[in-house]
T-cell receptor, first 110, second 113 residues
Framework: QQQVKQSPQSLIVQKGGISIINCAYE??????FPWYQQFPGKGPALLIA?????SEKKEGRFTISFNKSAKQFSLHIMDSQPGDSATYFC?????????FGKGTLLTVNP | EAGVTQSPTHLIKTRGQQATLRCSPI?????VYWYQQALGLGLQFLLW???????NRGNFPPRFSGRQFPNYSSELNVNALELEDSALYLC????????????FGPGTRLTVL
């Protein structure tokens, strides 16, 4: 039973473009939604996070958009750079547990 | 400030053996979480320890177990290893009361032959 669905599985973007990764959840009890970035051979690193009472959060080139009624949230990476090439995971949190999406492999071509 | 550390980096075992993985949380963090990252399956929650006690476990068989020591470091034990246990095992830690903000270590790559 997959409670957090992430799409696309992979994404190729040109340098300077916008990368968009989407997630949908089922459990309305989730109360915190982080995004993690993982480089090969490394553990996931917390990138940005949002609570469901906020519709958008921006940190530098990274923005989370949150739609509570649709039970969807997305990560936008503006001005994508080759250094952003990594796997991105969305997650949802409730009761001391993070539930992760299956990840999106982002490749930013120079 | 040092991050979460895990050892060993790589571990190769054969079917039926036991594996022991270790984790040291960020200084000041009292909660430790274990996740399995198998190919194509994303991160699956395994176990949560806080203040030396197991607080929650994911949908894994009892041969996955662990413990947390008084210094908050943790050990994950996997008994009777099966081929499908091959995965990256990630440890995360958090401050008490801030379980939503989990910080991950680099992981231990377990290969079962």
């Amino acid at each position: 039973q997959q409670q957090v669905k992430q799409s696309p599985q992979s994404l190729i973007v040109q340098k300077g473009g916008i990368s968009i990764i989407n997630c949908a959840y089922e459990n309305t009890a989730f109360d915190y939604f982080p995004w993690y970035q993982q480089f090969p051979g490394k553990g996931p690193a917390l990138l940005i996070a949002i609570r469901p009472d906020v519709s958008e959060k921006k940190e530098g080139r990274f923005t989370i958009s949150f739609n509570k009624s649709a039970k969807q949230f997305s990560l936008h990476i503006m001005d994508s750079q080759p250094g952003d090439s990594a796997t991105y995971f969305c997650a949802a949190y409730v009761n001391y547990k993070l539930t992760f999406g299956k990840g999106t492999l982002l490749t930013v071509n120079p | 400030e040092a991050g979460v550390t895990q050892s060993p980096t790589h571990l190769i075992k054969t079917r039926g053996q036991q594996a022991t993985l270790r984790c040291s949380p960020i200084s000041g963090h009292t909660s430790v979480y274990w996740y399995q990252q198998a190919l194509g399956l994303g991160l699956q929650f395994l176990l949560w320890y806080d203040e030396g006690e197991e607080r929650n476990r994911g949908n894994f068989p009892p041969r996955f177990s662990g413990r947390q020591f008084p210094n908050y470091s943790s050990e994950l034990n996997v008994n009777a290893l099966e081929l499908e246990d091959s995965a990256l095992y990630l440890c995360a830690s958090s401050l008490k009361g801030l379980s939503n903000e989990q910080f991950f270590g680099p992981g231990t790559r377990l290969t079962v032959l």
